[in-house]
């Protein structure tokens, strides 16, 4: 049985008519998370983007199949550690799985997750990054990418504005807290996100952790047939590379022989329509030293 | 739909938010032009196409917002997208 028909004969955890943007991507990885955690799972959805379209249940109309919490930005890590807990005190083995946006992990859940990380809760946590907090009008987030607009750093007529700061690289900072296995995910490549998936539910050893790039439809501008697209040039850019890390030992899932220059990845966003080429020269310039730096890294 | 949740959901059950209506394009598949690769399901970010074990794929209409995405990612061209008509 290959991974189309498994897809196609696993149940959807999430009820059907949530109020997700037109194409958004985000949506479609967590419909394809929560098939292939499958039914014996708890998860938690803070604050952002997927708490507020309903798929916790407070608009009284949708909601999932599995137990889902609604926690505070801060302690999604935290309240899923002590859940683990409890379930491995009554002896049943269930997935918790937290879906957290980039505000929740990178910026205000940090050190909840960090501590969990680090006493080893056997929990999984799948960030979202669509790089800012969308929920409430796309303010910068710490994962934001520099010279990006946003509601909080805007772009005046002369084109002159937008994030003075680098993107964190959250996924290497929790590769460096030594965890049993970190991966990056794309929406775009879904057989590697299901084989990433499956991989984080048999680990039982510790905190697994799991980024997924998501360009935003409504927040980044571009039309909606294009979110898997975009997706997918984030990959062949080097913008977003897809690698795992396990037990220490780095590996390229995706390797990209001719990469795209980062300007046809930039260009397709309103957010990003205001940079000089002297910007982009920067963006590539920096996305060149992260893939090297990687690439270095697989190799020890 | 009714077998997949407890409560019937979609037309023959309760309905949820009725994204449906959201939509201003419809994607038509082409029949002819389909070679059965699912990718359209795996990419479809409501869960509106459905597959079944003789691989035939279908688009369910109760819940698409008409993205656009299938009729994008479709390696033979076999979605077009149609403009709704105004009942």
């Given at each position: 049985m290959n991974l189309i028909d498994k897809l196609a004969t696993w149940e959807d955890q999430i009820s059907p008519?949530?109020?997700?943007?037109?194409?958004?991507?985000v949506e479609l990885t967590l419909r394809t998370c929560m098939k292939v955690m499958g039914p014996n799972t708890i998860f938690a959805i803070p604050p952002g983007c997927m708490g507020g379209v309903g798929v916790v249940g407070w608009d009284k109309k949708s909601g999932a199949k599995t137990p889902v919490f609604f926690p505070l930005l801060d302690n999604v890590a935290s309240m899923l550690a002590g859940i683990k807990l409890h379930y491995e005190h009554i002896g049943r083995d269930v997935n918790v799985v937290a879906f957290a946006g980039d505000g929740a992990t990178?910026?205000?859940g940090m050190q909840c997750l960090s501590g969990a990380a680090e006493r080893g809760d056997k929990i999984i946590y799948i960030c979202y990054d669509n790089?800012?907090?969308?929920?409430?009008g796309y303010q910068r987030s710490g994962s934001t990418t520099k010279g990006a607009w946003t509601s909080t750093t805007p772009v005046n007529h002369s084109g002159q504005g937008g994030k003075r700061q680098n993107k964190k690289d959250f996924p290497l900072i929790m590769a460096m807290h030594d965890i049993p296995y970190m991966a990056t995910m794309n929406p775009a490549y879904i057989p590697d996100m299901v084989r990433k998936l499956e991989k984080a539910k048999e680990i039982k050893t510790g905190l697994v952790y799991l980024h997924v790039y998501n360009p935003c439809v409504t927040g980044w501008?571009?039309?909606?047939?294009?979110s898997i697209e975009v997706s997918r040039l984030a990959v062949e850019s080097n913008f977003a590379p897809l690698y795992e890390v396990e037990n220490g030992k780095f590996k390229m899932s995706v390797e990209i022989r001719n990469p795209k220059p980062v300007k046809e990845f930039l260009s397709r966003f309103k957010k990003f329509s205001h940079l000089t080429d002297e910007d982009i020269q920067e963006l590539q310039e920096w996305t060149d030293f992260k893939i090297n730096r990687l690439k270095h890294l697989c190799t020890l | 739909m009714s077998k997949k949740f407890i409560t019937p959901v979609g037309d023959e059950g309760i309905y949820t938010l009725?994204?449906?209506?959201?939509?201003?394009f419809k994607p038509v598949m082409l029949k002819e032009k389909c070679?059965?690769?699912g990718l359209c399901m795996i990419f479809c970010p409501v869960g509106s196409i459905t597959g079944d074990e003789n691989k035939i794929y279908e688009i369910g209409?109760?819940?698409?917002?008409?993205?656009?995405i299938c009729a994008r990612e479709c390696p033979t061209k076999a979605i077009i997208m149609v403009r709704e008509s105004i009942e």
């Open positions: 008519g949530i109020s997700a943007c037109v194409g958004c991507n990178v910026d205000a790089e800012g907090y969308m929920n409430t501008g571009f039309q909606s047939d294009f | 009725d994204t449906g209506s959201w939509r201003t070679t059965n690769c209409y109760q819940y698409c917002k008409g993205c656009g």
